[in-house]
């Protein structure tokens, strides 16, 4: 209803979503095409009980990166801890989060881990260092995360692999595939 689109506007506005400042910059042409491609993406279902329409409407006012966003900041590890933080009510989150994001969100939709951007396990890390970023050692590994931190969280790589990989079974040379 027309109700719950104002309350998700004033609870961005009080809450200083991400999604707002993240749009200041977006060309209005891009937001445009993506309310089209929303209106005809067949893969969105109803969210919950709700109608076809006020998903579409959510999805557009809190695009899934702009949730995500929010998500990671809280720092959870897991689903449980976002339904343990959801029974204290909205108020954590701001009135803009929905429960269940994997259902609002299934058609970008990874994982639980992937959304709370929890650290990936040791060996994920590294074969993404290794074969995506093509890193070979420690001081380039620092200057790729220092240039993009943003983007080393969303990848979910840590920024000290050294310690966060520690009981991991860390060694620098087979982290980087300098063992021959």
Not at 60 to 78: I, N
Not at 88 to 100: D, E, T
Not at 125 to 154: H, P, W
């Amino acid at each position: 209803s027309g109700d719950d689109t104002l309350s998700l506007l004033l609870a961005e506005a009080v809450n200083g979503s991400p999604r707002s400042s993240s749009n200041i910059d977006k060309d209005p042409a891009e937001d445009q095409q993506q309310r089209q491609d929303d209106d005809d993406d067949d893969e969105i279902v109803p969210y919950l009980d709700r109608s076809l329409a006020w998903t579409k409407r959510y999805r557009r006012l809190v695009p899934y990166e702009s949730a995500r966003w929010t998500a990671m900041r809280l720092g959870l590890q897991s689903k449980e801890e976002w339904d343990d933080i959801r029974q204290f009510g909205k108020a954590f989150q701001g009135a803009h989060s929905v429960s269940r994001p994997d259902i609002m969100y299934a058609k970008e939709w990874v994982s639980w881990e992937e959304f709370l951007g929890v650290t990936r396990p040791y060996h994920e890390a590294r074969d993404i260092v290794q074969n995506e970023l093509k890193l070979g050692s420690m001081e380039e590994y620092r200057a790729y995360v220092k240039a993009d931190t943003k983007r080393a969280e969303l990848m979910r790589i840590p920024a000290k692999p050294e310690i966060v990989y520690r009981e991991q079974g860390w060694d620098e040379e087979d982290f980087f595939g300098l063992l021959c």
